[in-house]
């Protein structure tokens, strides 16, 4: 594994910003594991980030990568599919990247089933800002903005891309690391929108705040708290309480937004030739 982090990471970019027991760097090697995996050349991978912890990884690894607005990531991820439907575009955000200010390109990436693959590291706050409540904290958690607990209902964001017309929609978590890598592998297999979901831990923001400061604790929680999502739908709902599903919650079948795209141009007599050859 240090082989494979010293390869993927641009030279000169380490160390990194993020907190001691943070989730993301082990999200992101779950992204690199599936990488070498499957063998992708860098040339043909494209990594979109918006603005939070989450997306900071950008900066650090090896591809081509934009470090856009934040809330925007999926309007720039959009664009380079559209010039480029070669690429393999992968979109990284964070809980209140995806969910608040940037809420409605989800919902419209999802509704035009872009063939993205879309990574959204949940942590349930604001943590690059100073820890703020986000629409993903779980009701009645204590966080800089709700020191009392939240009084908001947490967002159900996988079951919004699945309404919103994503065709794979998935949830992993930090401590589940492999099915992590293997959600990516079929995310990336899906011709369409692929949502993931990665429960994550915040010791610094979220953590301190709600008597979880050690992040090994945080993990065990995720650990015990996920079940597969085939055995939590057996659940009888007294049962279900404190539990929540990991693995492919949802897959479906659809044309994705560019092949409807080149048969709308092709209809209406446009070269489509040079689509996807960059500027050769």
Not at 162 to 178: L, P
Not at 216 to 228: D, R, T
Request: positive net charge.
């Amino acid at each position: 594994m240090p082989e494979l982090i010293m390869d993927y990471f641009r030279p000169g970019s380490l160390p990194h910003m993020w907190c001691p027991g943070c989730g993301t760097g082990i999200v992101l090697q779950s992204f690199l594991r599936t990488v070498q995996r499957m063998g992708l050349s860098r040339d043909e991978v494209v990594v979109v980030g918006g603005i939070g912890c989450s997306a900071r990884a950008v900066s650090y690894i090896d591809f081509n990568t934009v470090h856009t607005t934040h809330g925007r990531a999926l309007a720039f991820a959009t664009g380079i599919k559209l010039a480029r439907p070669d690429l393999l575009v992968f979109v990284l955000m964070g809980d209140g990247d995806a969910s608040a200010i940037g809420g409605n390109h989800l919902i419209h990436a999802a509704r035009r089933n872009m063939d993205l693959n879309v990574l959204v590291i949940n942590n349930s706050v604001y943590g690059m800002t100073g820890g703020q409540c986000s629409p993903l904290t779980p009701a009645g958690s204590k966080t800089a903005t709700s020191p009392y607990g939240s009084m908001e209902r947490q967002l159900n964001l996988t079951g919004l891309a699945e309404a919103a017309g994503a065709t794979f929609v998935a949830r992993s978590t930090a401590y589940h690391s492999r099915l992590t890598s293997d959600l990516i592998e079929q995310g990336i297999a899906n011709k369409g929108f692929s949502f993931i979901e990665v429960i994550s831990q915040c010791p610094t923001g979220f953590g301190r705040k709600n008597k979880m400061a050690d992040p090994a604790a945080m993990l065990q929680w995720q650990k015990q708290s996920a079940l597969p999502a085939e055995k939590f739908i057996d659940l009888p709902p007294g049962d279900a309480k404190g539990k929540f599903p990991i693995g492919v919650l949802y897959k479906n079948q659809a044309p994705d937004f560019m092949e409807m795209y080149l048969g709308m141009s092709s209809r209406a007599g446009c070269d489509n030739d040079n689509r996807g050859k960059g500027n050769e």
